[in-house]
């Protein structure tokens, strides 16, 4: 156990040093077009912390980056790769709408909001489960099909929003919006900035999935499929069971985004919706190196970025939300590039010898 | 080394002398300066056509009334409302909000700002703070839709629309009426390129689909499908065929091929709210700019002067006449749609 925590606690250190020199290298890019770094970090330390709201506003960006970035955590715990969490979180956000329309006569706050969470999540999973079946009945690539189930829930979701519960007072793309009782009460502390408790579950959910990875049966075959197919199979496991469970649990997850989105934001679905939380969770649960406690500081990075690109447009002259996305790309690049590390031991190896 | 201190010392005094001097003087002209907040939708002010159209405005206002402008691009849907509490915070005189994105968005910060000045273009805010500009796309699609089918001898014509929503559905179903109030035997053949964000930014799609509908026998097609649009244009000079663009004068993109822009004049719109408010005149509520104040309108200039004839403009002054004085009812998709 102990020789596990020291293992993750480096990949932890690897992975914030890779961040940091991708940060850097952004701010020597800011230096260049003629801004000066110290104020970029000051717009993004502002627009971040700054007031309440903006904290809430951070937070409400980094809330779905934790679903998402789990929803490719986890298969990726099991040898796949899930592309599919855009689709996943959209049709999980149709269905959140949906709960809306079904159970227009709830008058429970709680069993209201319970009933759009497990719609959502059941709606999610099953989208992800569609690849987990293919792969393990046909063996069709996981890569290929989530990405196409993207097309298919984008279109999917855009049918049923313009023809089954489209709001007929509205000229924009959306459902009906959903009745009082579903919505999530944001905390007064962050001046209207939509999130309130919801944060608290979504950390909760993380320590759980870490629990259960370690400490379930399901946790170990997970991982032993993912580690070693054919051994794990030889010793009995059926890696058929576990891709099926690992992408239904994956798109339940990514599903949850409609909560996140639909009970506490816009409490509607609007086609569109999406900051491509999807696309950016690959890159959370790659700078989490898929631990899934990572994921937490690794979406809250993502949700600051997120949330000063705007700032960077509104208080520089020089620089736009562009350089948000470039410095990004910087954290990616610095993360993945493993290969500094083992090319600095070897130098420092070969100045002792 | 001492006479070096005492220099530099000097020139920091110096220094700090002409800054404050300059801050003073900066700060004199902020003051009577209007300073105008400009929030732009995730396209950004590069997108050729409706927010590229609002970022001229501002910037006409910027060099004619001399008014001092910010633009910001929000990266999200869902920043448009720490962008514009940004600006009310930053004590902006009047904040325009391109798009009806925002329309959540400012009506949220109307309520939190009541003393704050909004424009908000293509939606209705229905806030007492809060001046809303609405185009009557319809009736623009009206008038282009006739010059299609004067164009047409077959009586086949085309309609390509980007993203399937009911602003699009708007354009067609105007479209649509105004060829066949001028041909009632015209045939429309209609094609959307999608249900995603994407759909504005396809141009191959909205080729294929064009060439498609020039094999069938159309021989003019409106496209109302932002960047998308620059594939029907191609295929319009690959079959010696006529298109027709959208939002901005695209007439200058393929001339000859071109035979007019159907023109949802956002600029106009967002360069007089500016000047009004800086006059004093600035009214808040609904404004609609239809064929009557030309906020929509198709586009006449040297590049079309060839394809529209004398007698299309004739037809075509005569309906928009018609639609000023009530006696043609252009359908609205927003109503017809609401009714079902």
Known sequence: MKSVMNASLKSFLKSAAGALLGFFIGLIICKLAGESPIKVLKVLYQSSFGTGYDFGMTLFYTAPLILTGLAVAIPFKAGLFNIGAEGQLTIGALAAAWAGVLGAHLQSPAIAIGFAFILSFLAGGVWGAIPGYLKAKRGSHEVITTIMLNFIAAGATAYFTLYSIKDPDSSQAETIPIPPVFHLKPFQIFNGAPMGELILVLIGIVLLLHFILWNSVWGYELKAIGENERAAETYGISKQKVWLSSMFVAGGIAGLVGVVEVLGNAHRFKIGFSADYGFVGIAVALVARGNILGILPSAFLFGILQKGAGSLDLETDKVTRDLSYIIQGLIILGVASEGIWDSLKLIRRKKNA | ?340
Do not use: C
């Open chain 2, 1 to 340: 080394m001492k006479s070096n201190s005492i220099s530099s010392l000097r020139f920091g005094t110096v220094g700090f002398a002409s800054v404050l001097i300059l801050s003073v003087l900066a700060s004199v002209p902020a003051f009577a300066e209007l300073k105008i907040g400009l929030v732009l939708e995730r396209s950004g002010k590069d997108d050729k056509s409706f927010n590229a159209s609002a970022y001229q405005g501002v910037k006409r206002a910027e060099k004619e009334l001399g008014v001092t402008t910010k633009t910001v691009e929000a990266p999200d849907n869902s920043a448009y409302e720490s962008l514009q509490r940004a600006f009310a915070e930053k004590k902006f005189d009047l904040i325009i909000a391109v798009g009806f994105h925002q329309l959540e968005a400012v009506k949220k910060n109307a309520a939190r700002f009541p003393d704050q000045k909004f424009l908000l273009v293509d939606e209705d805010a229905k806030a007492p703070n809060v001046r809303s500009v609405m185009f009557e796309e319809h009736e623009g699609s009206y008038l282009v839709g006739a010059l299609a089918a004067l164009h047409a001898k077959g009586g086949k014509i085309g309609f390509i629309g980007g993203m399937d929503v009911p602003l699009i559905r708007r354009f067609e179903m105007g479209y649509v009426a105004g060829a066949k109030k001028i041909n009632p035997k015209a045939e429309v053949f209609s094609n959307y390129l999608g249900v995603t964000g994407e759909a504005w930014n396809n141009p191959p799609k909205a080729k294929e689909l064009a060439l498609d509908q020039y094999t069938r026998g159309a021989e003019v097609i409106f496209v109302a499908a932002g960047n998308s649009g620059l594939g029907v244009f191609d295929a319009a000079a690959e079959k010696q065929k006529l298109a027709i663009g959208v939002d901005s004068n695209q007439n200058w993109i393929k001339p000859g091929f071109i035979l007019s822009s159907m023109l949802k004049r956002v600029d106009e719109s967002v360069f007089d709210s500016i000047k009004m408010f800086k006059d004093g005149k600035f009214t808040t509520g609904l404004i609609r700019y239809g064929v009557k104040s030309k906020g929509v309108d198709y586009a006449l200039d040297e590049n079309n002067a060839k394809l529209v004839t004398a007698a299309d403009k004739k037809t075509l002054e005569e309906l928009r006449a018609d639609i000023i004085k009530g006696k043609i009812k252009v359908p609205d998709y927003y109503l017809v749609q609401k009714r079902k």
